[in-house]
């Protein structure tokens, strides 16, 4: 891709008023087991793409690295593909799958269901720059 346009930036291209980049160069990957979180940072707003394989569940998979019996993290994106179940602390438990945006406040567990992997988006930055680490 030409630079006369824009300036290389960290895997990505920006010029006035305008950031891009890629997922399949992230700034930043985590791997804790089955999961693989993708960080790619645009000015003052983080994004994360969440791939979650089957048998993941939060507090086998990430919440031994947090050191919380659930996730105190916000929420805020959407599935492209899988399926998972959200349980809040309260027993209140709910199924989001591809097509969904969600919400989701802290004080969570959450598995993914089926055989296929589990890919979200999410939105918000404090999330992004701090899930799974």
């Known amino acids: 891709m030409s630079t006369t346009f824009g300036v290389n930036i960290k895997k990505g291209y920006q010029m006035a008023g305008l950031i891009v980049k890629q997922f399949a160069t ?3 990957s985590r791997t804790p087991p089955k999961t693989k979180v993708d960080v790619v940072s ?3 707003v983080t994004l994360m793409r969440a791939t979650l394989q089957p048998g993941w569940v939060w507090s086998e998979c990430v919440g031994p690295f947090t050191g919380e019996t659930s996730c105190q993290s916000h929420h805020v994106g959407c599935v492209v593909s899988g399926k998972m ?3 809040m602390d309260d027993g209140t438990e709910m199924e989001i799958k591809a097509g969904d945006a969600y919400v989701i406040d802290p004080g969570h567990d ?3 269901v089926g055989d296929e992997p589990f890919v979200g988006y999410e939105f918000d930055s404090s999330t ?3 899930y799974a680490k």
Request: hydrophobic content about 40%; aromatic content about 6%.
């Open 26 to 28: 992230p700034d930043e």
């Open 42 to 44: 645009l000015g003052t």
């Open 85 to 87: 179940v959200v349980k």
């Open 110 to 112: 959450g598995w993914v």
């Open 128 to 130: 992004a720059e701090t």
